[in-house]
């Protein structure tokens, strides 16, 4: 099933490993070492961040986000494609295989 005109619900992300990442009360501020882009994040943003931890597909971000939050999967796919796709761009994330290598997209 496709999601984002880029992704598909298959599609798998981790974190870059060239990304800071601070908790300041409920948000997360996260800043590319590359790129020198940062973003800072809401307690849904900072849940996303943290089960990118290890290579997370879309489908078990959105089961992780529904394990904690009252949200329907339609719902929560369409929230997180942006946030992705953002997060994505500014090199805070990557896609990557289901083993953690990194993609070239």
């Known amino acids: 099933m496709a999601t984002h005109a880029k992704f598909t619900k298959d599609a ?9 990442a601070a908790s300041v009360g409920t948000e997360t501020i996260l800043c ?3 790129s020198g882009k940062f973003c800072d994040v809401n307690a849904v943003g900072g849940r996303i ?3 990118l931890e290890q290579p997370r597909s879309i ?3 959105v089961s992780g986000l529904r394990q904690r939050y009252a949200v329907d999967e ?11 796709a953002t ?3 500014a090199h805070l994330i990557s896609r990557v295989t ?8």
């Not at 798998?12 to 800071?20: I, N, S, Y």
């Open 59 to 61: 489908a078990q971000i």
């Open 12 to 20: 798998v992300f981790q974190r870059d490993p060239a990304t800071l």
């Open 32 to 34: 590319s070492v590359e």
């Open 74 to 84: 339609a719902t929560c796919l369409r929230e997180i494609e942006p946030f992705l």
């Open 87 to 89: 997060l994505e761009a």
């Open 49 to 51: 961040w943290t089960l």
């Open 98 to 105: 289901a083993d953690g290598t990194r993609k070239t997209v």
